[in-house]
């Protein structure tokens, strides 16, 4: 007894202790061997092997795509020879993979400036074919006056680059013909660097347009049967003349997604805060203020074309509730570093009316450790459902950044669920037998549902791809923490961009998702939500093929214990030809096991007490008497009579 109450104490604390622990590990060498530096730019599965691959551009020039393998170095370098295609001094300032011709083969766009200073920029298309790139270019014949936001504006799953050039306009590229198209019914003015993104603000799951503005300011544009018209669903105004980028997610897990915004509150940057907007309501609620390290006050770098002030979000540690990492500055000294920023409950009287707010990590020695950080961000290595991170920092010298992989050791029983929408282009039968994933899908919105421990209902949302430009860094998939109930998910919704005019709905309800999945969603054909399909691909997590394992030793424990009580049972009863029965009283139903022993051809019933009434209705040949024992000898009928018998606790006599 006290062995085992031990062991369950030393279990628990191994479980609290791994709970709280947010180690990192250094897995740079592992994972990349010397080829860590470049600037990277985008993610997307280039090759349809399922795992995510990197794009990386290096010497401003170069595009190197890192493919996932599963021995080390598990990221190998692939350069793309795009010397033909860009003309000299040509700058590439950011990377989009993304099926742009609708065959469903992943193509690559780049983004570039004929020289930092000139804002005119260049698109080019790279065209994939067989997971190469091999197989021509296309130059947009107009230039935009910054990087263009890759979304889906007429619904047909089919990305679109959609940007100003001498207006806004939205360039379709199917079938390889640019065909350009004046977009929105009134004109912008695009504040540069811009964070606009595609994501669903209304909860109808078709993704709306949210556009930054000169001012700097908001614009709304919501995605009334597929068709853009402005509204005033988020504050128009920023909260101070400063701000960074803006980011959605579900910060509170309500299930809507809410603006969240970088701010500095003077123009030194000397003081820095993180606002939140709900949708549906006019004000900035401020999730984070504090930025006071003991002496030490740190602050957001004030951004630039080339670095912008950003968040880059993504749910650490698995509880429902999206975190955050982002680069400080020593207001004093010079350094700056990279910083975690966890989603805890909120505990002052400022951000109330969300709930919840950020805390920062201080003490995260590995995070402290990588010195001049300017860019970090979350990334799934080894595709295991938990988030690990990239750190990019500038060396004195180097031209190009030095990648730093941080591997999260995280191993708290937290469950997760991963989807990732396809464009349903094809579901099984694809041109030329190519496989439909890998080709990053801007515009799906994913829900769940799900029962608490506690009992209360949880949603978590999340937009797949909602923004590309100026390094947002987002996954191709969606990634939802589920927190420590390992119940099935209820309900997961997954919608999709609706085409002009079509007032249905395009989303889908799947029960019972099992946790730690991958559920690929193939949305074929899409305006028939109801064909559509779901693909699950398990992870089982360690604690899942331990209680797995655990199950399997019970189950096998328990038949032993039935097998030997059984067999115990069956040579106490049925050794021998003559069978006594010692039990004080005898019940039906082992009358009914003794019925069974084949070959029974007598039978003692031994009672002190009470008496039995065995009888059948042809044959009633025993004795019956009170007290001592009932024995009945000479029983050919004796298993039919026996199921017949009638045991009595009192004396009767016949
Ligand atoms: C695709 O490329 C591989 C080699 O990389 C080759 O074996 C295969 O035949 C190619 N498939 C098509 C359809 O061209
Ligand atoms: C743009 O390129 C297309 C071919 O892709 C061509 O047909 C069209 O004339 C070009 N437009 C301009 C304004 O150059
Ligand atoms: C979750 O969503 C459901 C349905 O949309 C809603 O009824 C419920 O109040 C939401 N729960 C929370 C915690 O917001
Ligand atoms: C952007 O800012 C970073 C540091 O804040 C600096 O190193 C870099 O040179 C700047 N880039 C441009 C184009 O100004
Ligand atoms: C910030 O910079 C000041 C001045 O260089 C230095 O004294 C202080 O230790 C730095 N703080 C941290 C946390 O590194
Ligand atoms: C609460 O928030 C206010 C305003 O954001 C801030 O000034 C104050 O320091 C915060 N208090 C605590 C204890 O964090």
Same mark, same amino acid.
């Given at each position: 007894?006290?062995? !085992? ?27 990349? #061997? ?26 401003? !020039? ?15 370098? @692939? ?32 983004? &570039? ?14 065209? #994939? ?92 544009? %919501? ?25 959605? $997610? ?29 949708? =549906? ?32 979000? #993504?749910?650490?540690?698995?509880? =429902? ?20 920023? *966890? ?32 860019? &970090? ?19 004195? =010298? ?19 669920? @991963? ?23 801007? =515009?799906?919105? $994913? ?10 209902? @949880? ?9 590309? &430009? ?15 109930? &390992? ?31 991958? %559920? ?97 209705? *042809? ?17 050919? @009928? ?17």
């Amino acid at each position: 007894m006290w062995t !085992s109450r031990f062991n369950i104490l030393a279990f628990l604390s191994v479980f609290v202790a791994r709970y709280c622990t947010y180690a990192l590990r250094d897995v740079t060498t592992e994972l990349f #061997g010397a080829e860590n530096y470049g600037t990277v730019a985008a993610f997307g599965d280039f090759n349809s092997d399922k795992q995510t691959d990197i794009f990386v551009i290096r010497e401003q !020039s170069e595009l190197v795509i890192f493919l996932a393998d599963l021995k080390t170095p598990y990221f190998k370098p @692939k350069v793309q020879n795009l010397k033909d295609a860009l003309p000299r001094d040509t700058v590439i300032t950011s990377v989009v993979p993304g099926d742009y011709d609708g065959d469903s083969q992943m193509d690559v766009l780049l983004t &570039a400036q004929t020289s930092p200073k000139a804002a005119a920029t260049a698109v080019y298309i790279f065209w #994939g074919n067989n997971q190469t790139l091999d197989m021509g270019w296309l130059r947009l014949n107009k230039t935009f006056t910054d990087q263009p936001l890759i979304m889906d504006y007429n619904g047909d799953m089919i990305p679109d680059i959609f940007g100003t050039t001498e207006h806004t306009e939205v360039c379709y590229l199917t079938k390889r013909d640019q065909k350009w198209k004046s977009a929105l019914s009134s004109p912008v003015k695009l504040r540069i660097p811009h964070s606009n993104a595609f994501i669903d603000l209304n909860k109808d799951f078709t993704a709306d347009l949210f556009l930054t503005t000169e001012g700097p300011a908001f614009e709304t544009w %919501l995605s009334k049967d597929g068709d853009f018209t402005k509204a005033e669903v988020m504050p128009a105004k920023a909260p101070a003349s400063i701000v960074g980028q803006s980011s959605f $997610v579900d910060f509170d897990g309500d299930g809507y997604q809410d603006h969240l915004l970088p701010a500095c509150l003077d123009s030194a940057c000397q003081r820095s805060a993180i606002y939140l907007a709900k949708p =549906g309501s006019q004000e900035w609620v401020p999730v984070l203020s504090d930025f006071q390290q003991r002496e030490t006050v740190w602050s957001f770098v004030p951004g630039n074309l080339s670095q912008p002030l950003a968040l880059h979000l #993504g749910d650490y540690n698995l509880d =429902g509730f999206p975190d955050a990492l982002v680069i400080l500055r020593n207001t004093s000294g010079s350094g700056q570093q990279a910083f975690l920023l *966890e989603n805890v409950p909120c505990n002052n009287v400022s951000c109330h009316s969300v709930g919840r707010m950020f805390h920062i990590h201080w003490d995260q020695s590995d995070l402290g450790a990588i010195q001049n950080a300017v860019i &970090a961000t979350f990334f799934d290595i080894y595709e295991d459902g938990i988030l690990d991170m990239l750190v990019l920092s500038q060396a004195p =010298g180097k031209n190009d950044l030095i990648i730093h992989a941080l591997k999260n050791n995280f191993e708290a029983d937290a469950y997760f669920v @991963k989807v990732m929408v396809l464009s349903g282009l094809c579901s099984n039968r694809c041109p030329e037998d190519v496989k439909p994933f890998g080709v990053n899908q801007p =515009g799906p919105y $994913v829900m769940y549902t799900t029962m608490e421990s506690n009992g209360y209902l @949880k949603n978590a949302s999340a937009g797949q791809l909602s923004q590309s &430009a100026h390094f947002s860094l987002q996954l191709p998939y969606t990634l939802l923490g589920l927190g420590r109930s &390992a119940n099935f998910l209820d309900h997961l919704f997954v919608g999709i961009p609706r085409t002009p005019g079509e007032t249905n709905m395009r989303m889908q309800e799947w029960t019972a998702i099992i946790p730690n999945s991958q %559920l690929i969603v193939i949305p074929y054909p899409h305006n028939q939500p109801r064909s559509w399909s779901a693909k699950l691909h398990l992870t089982p997590s360690n604690s899942v093929l331990l209680t797995a394992i655990v199950l399997i030793g019970v189950c096998v424990f328990i038949l032993v214990i039935i097998g030997i009580l059984h067999w115990k049972e069956k040579s106490q009863g049925c050794v021998g030809r003559n069978t006594h029965i010692q039990n004080r009283t005898v019940w039906r139903h082992s009358l009914n096991f003794y019925r069974e022993c084949i070959g029974l051809e007598s039978l003692t019933v031994r009672s002190p007490t009470a008496a039995f009434l065995l009888c059948s209705e *042809e044959n009633c040949t025993s004795s019956v008497r009170c007290g001592g024992d009932v024995q009945i000898l000479h029983a050919p @009928k004796i298993s039919k009579w026996l199921s017949q018998a009638v045991v009595s606790s009192e004396c009767i006599r016949v």
